[in-house]
């Protein structure tokens, strides 16, 4: 199946520090979504992009879509313990009758 | 209003064995998804619905039944369990199709033996 792929798989930094999650995917999309998931929880939605725009923010979240590239990354700036999750891309493709394709996600750590 | 809520949490199958996975929203979505998670894979769509009374398969509908006979409940049926089927299952919910927001369960954890 066609995914976004996030790279890394893990990333490990410390408290305080930035986090950067990309995300690659293979044809035109209609937009794209960020997720995360918390050990044994369910996912929680971050932030939607669609494919008109190029940067979003949200409060720590800085998330930006180059449709040239086929690619986002997900910014988390001084980041905390609280952060520590599994961050997944989602990607709605034009003929996908609306289904999201979900990576494989990014497994974050943040040391205090 | 307690979003999205599964049923069991986890449950331990026999080969062979059926169960069902209920699924609730009270958000008044017309769509509603099954996800299955495993490691290393990401999230894999099941079945879906656009709606009461209807729906569709997903990327791995094979092994799996659905139904939504009532707009705020989706069903996952496994008549016949296989050890293949371990896994979590997540259940999500949407207003709307075409990649709008989803809001998920707490999942369910399935280990068929």
């Known amino acids: 199946s066609q995914q976004g792929e996030e790279d890394p798989q893990a990333l490990s930094i410390q408290e305080g520090e930035n986090a950067t999650m990309n995300c690659s995917y293979k044809?035109?999309?209609?937009?794209l979504q960020w997720y995360r998931q918390n050990s044994g929880r369910g996912l929680v939605h971050l932030i939607l992009?669609?494919?008109?725009?190029r940067e979003k923010h949200s409060g720590r979240l800085r998330v930006t879509l180059d449709t040239s590239k086929k690619s986002s990354s997900l910014l988390i700036t001084a980041s905390r313990a609280a952060d520590t999750a599994s961050y997944f891309c989602?990607?709605?493709?034009?003929?996908?009758?609306?289904?999201?394709?979900f990576g494989k996600g990014t497994k974050l750590s943040v040391k205090p | 209003n307690a979003g999205v809520t599964q049923t069991p949490k986890f449950r331990v199958l026999k080969t062979g064995q059926s169960m069902t996975l209920l699924c609730a929203q009270d958000?008044?979505?017309?769509?509603m998804y099954w996800y299955r998670q495993d490691p290393g894979m990401g999230l894999r769509l099941i079945h879906y619905?656009?709606?009461?009374?209807?729906?569709a398969k997903g990327e791995v509908p094979d092994g799996y039944n659905v139904s939504r006979l009532k707009k705020q409940n989706f069903l996952l049926g496994l008549e016949s369990a296989a050890p293949s089927q371990t896994s979590v299952y997540f259940c999500?919910?949407?207003?709307?199709?075409?990649?709008?927001?989803?809001?998920f369960g707490p999942g369910t954890r399935l280990l068929v033996l």
């Open positions: 992009i669609r494919s008109n725009e």
């Open positions: 619905s656009v709606g009461e009374g209807t729906t």
């Open positions: 999500a919910s949407a207003s709307g199709g075409a990649g709008e927001t989803q809001y």
């Open positions: 044809t035109s999309i209609n937009n």
């Open positions: 989602a990607t709605l493709y034009g003929g996908s009758q609306g289904n999201l394709i």
């Open positions: 958000m008044n979505h017309e769509y």
